[in-house]
């Protein structure tokens, strides 16, 4: 048996997971369950950091009805310190894809953000590189070069982050036998 535990948040419980011979076993907020491989339809794995963690990935589980499980590689730990769980989150993201494989599964497996959020994203980004674009010429054209400097520096820190977000969410299908490496730690 496979088992994963995370705190999403600093009040309440943990949340169980657990791989068992039956299907994906879940225990939290005074509730549990079991779904059988057979009953879960879908799979969105994603890069989600937050400013505390920048390695946090997040796992969408969905089952017939519609109900949807997620499970993130990070656990609270204190008001100030989230502490990533990378081996034990990868085992389990793993060891659920292989479950579902050798059940003979036909769940729906993509990777990133879904299609109309990224787009979204990239719009707002060219917006946003545009009135950067503008901006530097600006300081150029009246010889602002402390001001042209920085925004050069914020734009590189800015592709960096958000570049790498971009790149780890990019929407895409997988397979069972080919889990996207940079959507888990």
Known sequence: MIRYAYKASLIGAAQQFELTEEGLSWRFEGRTGLWPYADITAIRLSYRPVSMQAKRFRADVTNRDGRRLSIISTSWQTAALMAPQSEAYRAFVVGLHARLAASGSTARLTAGLGRFAYGAALAAIALFALAMVGLLLRAL?????????????????????????????????????????????
């Open 141 to 185: 054209l009246i010889g602002e070069w402390p001001g042209a400097l920085f925004l050069v520096g914020f734009a590189a820190m800015f592709a960096w982050y958000v570049g790498g977000f971009l790149t780890r969410n990019l929407p895409r299908s997988y397979t069972f036998a080919d889990i996207p490496p940079a959507l888990l730690p």
